[in-house]
């Protein structure tokens, strides 16, 4: 069963000015360490880092009530698997509100999109209740 869907574009030359004008400042506000290791391996880093915006703002929205509040940036991170697919971890009140879902014993699964084609970033998340 969908429990909930949430979607994000982000404007990827938006991401590219923020790194310009705050650097880490910005990087470390938004993204965690290992996010920030795996996009600075990257060439054409700001797409990455757009797509991982952009994951974390679908992911919120998938996991937001009608009285949930905000999500720490932190709170969401994207990884890749061994095949390169995007992978949700979730910590702090993001992992609150997924385990919310679980206390009838159903296994809980977020699955995430992302895509990009200069100049956006695209982020599309679905979480799913496995009874």
Known sequence: ???GIGTDICD????EKSIEKFGDRFLDKIFTQ???AYC???SGKAAYYAKRFAAKEAVAKALAGAETGALSWHD????ND????PTINLYGKAKKRLEQHT???ASVAVHISLSDDYPYALAYAIVESRA
Do not use: A, D, L, Y
């Open 1 to 3: 069963m969908i429990i």
């Open 12 to 15: 990827i030359r938006r991401i």
């Open 34 to 36: 290992f996010e920030q």
């Open 40 to 42: 600075e391996s990257k």
């Open 76 to 79: 969401v991170e994207v990884s």
């Open 82 to 85: 061994p095949s390169g697919r």
């Open 103 to 105: 206390q009838n014993k």
